[in-house]
């Protein structure tokens, strides 16, 4: 223990003395003197006491940590943490990349409102509409319902920059082999229309001319991107390791 010299007590400041715990404080200091006790006069002497005391505590008991620095294989273990905080990095730069990729592509509410009203309007409904008889042909539509979406989808993957009205007439083809064939031309046009008044694409539609060429805007190019997005998350999501 560390107490008060007697000496440095008598000029201890009386503010510093609390007179209605001296009985105890004298008993704390009785028991005290029962054990190993070091006195100090002032706050250098009690630095030096403790600093004295803990160095000379360390040299007789020899304290080597909580895993014995002489049982560790310091090499290995310097390697393991150097691996430990590469792997770190990696999975914080790959973290971040998805963060990005996920906010790159976030849609605004008009835009998922668009996305809504063009996988509203299909090309069974479309021939319907124009007074075809669609169900004595459905058996050759290889695919039962395509939306006005799903074909731009298909036209913005597959062409570049820049296309043609009659770029989409031959992807209808595809999808219903030539069962609609009669308004493949009207529901090519009609449909870059669409896509034109809402601003997916940009150039000038003729009926006439389906070789009109149009490109997709930058906000056509988001929207569908948008849709492809998943996948991209899928890959550049992080995977964590466990091997230590």
């Keep these: 223990a560390f107490l008060l010299s007697d000496e440095a007590r008598k000029t201890w400041p009386a503010s510093h003395v609390e007179h209605d715990q001296i009985e105890k404080i004298n008993a704390f200091r009785a028991l005290c003197e029962n054990k190993l006790v070091k006195y100090w006069e002032d706050k250098k002497g009690l630095a030096l006491d403790v600093t004295n005391s803990i160095l000379h505590l360390i040299r007789r008991h ?109 992807i209808i083809y595809r999808y219903d082999k030539g069962a609609l064939s009669e308004i493949h031309e009207n529901f090519a046009t009609f449909m870059m229309n669409s896509l034109l008044k809402l601003g997916i694409i940009q150039g000038e539609i003729h009926n006439s001319n389906l070789d009109t060429g149009c490109r997709f805007t930058d906000m056509g190019k988001r929207i569908f991107e948008a849709t492809l997005t998943p996948k991209a998350i899928l890959l550049a999501e992080p995977t964590l390791t466990t091997e230590v």
């Design 62 to 170: 020899p304290r080597p940590g909580l895993v014995r620095a002489d049982k560790v294989d310091s090499s290995e273990t310097l390697a393991t943490i150097t691996r430990l905080s590469e792997e770190n990095n990696k999975l914080e730069e790959e973290l971040q990349n998805f963060r990005n990729i996920q906010n790159k592509h976030q849609l605004s509410q008009d835009e998922k409102d668009i996305v809504s009203a063009l996988k509203e309007v299909d090309i069974l409904s479309y021939a319907r509409a124009h007074g075809m008889d669609t169900d004595s042909r459905s058996s050759s539509i290889k695919c039962k319902k395509v939306s006005v979406f799903d074909l731009a989808l298909h036209l913005y993957i597959n062409v570049s920059e820049s296309f043609y009205i009659n770029d989409y007439v031959h």
